[in-house]
């Protein structure tokens, strides 16, 4: 057999195998977000099949249905307001680091909101309004600092209100109305550049 020959075809092998490991590599990241979501839908009981578009052999969730990516096939939304659901969050939803809005409301679903939320740094819009969660409102929540909206009423929240709420200085809408939530309230949960910047919709 002639050298040359050999070497490239040597070389072709690793090439493709290069090639091969990227390939695998590139998929497994973007799936991490797929795997997040999966997470969540095994985690919930969808009796009117709103999570049936979310096949996890998909290479990325972009294609489903309440899903929004951005170019990067990161995911931007999640939008399953009044979608019947039940069942509990998942602290995998804490990898979605590009979800700007995260709309759950109007659903039945309980347990309790993972701290794990508190890290997703361009989350613009909370809204867990009309659910059955209980628990306390993590304090991890006041790391979003570009939240807008915060909506969290109509369940059965518990604890006080936290303080570091007062560090999101984009607030424009809080509402943690309807909740079972103690001790100081309005008062000591707000500090003066929260009233001046912000607007408190009904707080308790
Ligand atoms: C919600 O799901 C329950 C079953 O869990 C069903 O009885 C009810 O009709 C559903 N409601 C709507 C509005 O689809
Ligand atoms: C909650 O569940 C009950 C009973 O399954 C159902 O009738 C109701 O429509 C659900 N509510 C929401 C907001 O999905
Ligand atoms: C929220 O809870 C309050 C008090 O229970 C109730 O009056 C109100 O109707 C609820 N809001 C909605 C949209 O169901
Ligand atoms: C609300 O809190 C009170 C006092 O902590 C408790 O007794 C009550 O069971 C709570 N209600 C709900 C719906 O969680």
Not at 96 to 118: A, D, M, R, V
Not at 139 to 157: E, S, V
Request: overall charge negative; aromatic content about 6%; proline content about 4%.
């Amino acid at each position: 057999m002639n050298p040359p020959a050999m070497t490239s075809s040597a070389s072709v092998s690793v090439w493709l195998i290069l090639l091969f490991g990227f390939f695998h590599l590139h998929k497994l990241a973007a799936n991490v977000e797929g795997d997040a979501l999966n997470a969540l839908k095994t985690n919930l009981a969808d009796p009117n099949n709103v999570l049936q578009s979310w096949d996890p052999t998909l290479v990325n969730p972009c294609t489903w249905f309440h899903v929004t990516c951005n170019s990067e096939n990161s995911v931007t939304r999640v939008d399953l307001g009044n979608a019947n659901l039940s069942g509990q969050l998942v602290a995998q939803l804490g990898v979605l680091s590009k979800l700007q809005y995260l709309e759950l409301y109007s659903n039945n679903i309980t347990g309790t909101i993972p701290e794990e939320l508190g890290g997703l740094a361009d989350l613009v819009s909370l809204d867990l309004y009309l659910n059955k969660l209980h628990g306390n409102i993590p304090a991890a929540l006041g790391n979003l600092a570009k939240l807008r909206f915060l909506r969290l009423n109509n369940n059965t929240l518990s604890g006080t209100i936290p303080l570091t709420l007062t560090n999101i200085q984009s607030l424009q809408v809080l509402d943690l109305s309807n909740n079972n939530l103690t001790g100081d309230t309005l008062p000591v949960a707000c500090n003066l550049k929260f009233y001046s910047h912000n607007y408190v919709d009904k707080l308790l």
